[in-house]
């Protein structure tokens, strides 16, 4: 089952508060709100395929959090997941991408192995074919970042 995240929108006021829609295998499945003030995500499953909590895809998507395998967390120990987590981790993905596909438009973005996770290096100028050269001389393995978005448009 694949969760992503689409139309992120960080409410004004600075308190955390969020919205964003929930899509599973690539369909919109639910409106996730998020009020800044602590507890769970607010989700509705979207009408149109009359999909309500203990509707068919709620029950889909709470029953494959629930096979999920246990996470081991070092400070508390093993951790149940949720299904607010797992939509955290996509808010998180998607974010990354959305921050990493603003610098791909102006600079060169490249991921060298043995870097720490979520660690990028960029250049202030887009990739040329000298710069490629270069990055793949001196750190072998390295991705270059820009190439995963297509910024034509």
């Keep these: 089952?694949?969760?992503t995240v689409?139309?992120?929108?960080?409410?004004?006021?600075?308190s955390g508060a969020f919205s964003c829609t929930l899509y599973v295998d690539g369909r919109r499945a639910a409106l996730v709100?998020?009020?800044g003030k602590g507890g769970p995500f607010m989700l509705n499953w979207a009408p149109s395929d009359r999909m309500r909590c203990g509707g068919p895809l709620c029950t889909k998507v709470q029953a494959w959090v629930e096979a999920l395998p246990r996470v081991c967390d070092p400070q508390t120990g093993i951790l149940?997941?949720?299904l607010d987590s797992i939509i955290d981790k996509c808010i998180a993905e998607f974010l990354?991408?959305?921050?990493l596909r603003r610098w791909c438009r102006s600079k060169t973005v490249v991921r060298i192995p043995g870097d720490k996770e979520g660690t990028y290096r960029t250049w202030s100028w887009l990739p040329t074919s000298k710069l490629r050269k270069h990055?793949?001389?001196?750190?072998?393995?390295?991705?270059?970042?820009?190439?995963?978005?297509?910024?034509?448009?």
Excluded: C, S, V
């Excluded at 689409?6 to 600075?14: D, I, P």
């Excluded at 990354?96 to 921050?99: M, S, T, Y």
């Excluded at 390295?142 to 448009?153: S, V």
């Design 6 to 14: 689409r139309n992120y929108k960080l409410w004004r006021g600075g």
């Design 96 to 99: 990354e991408a959305q921050q």
């Design 1 to 3: 089952m694949d969760l």
């Design 80 to 82: 149940k997941r949720t």
């Design 33 to 35: 709100m998020y009020d």
């Design 135 to 153: 990055i793949e001389a001196r750190y072998p393995g390295a991705e270059i970042l820009n190439d995963r978005f297509d910024l034509t448009a």
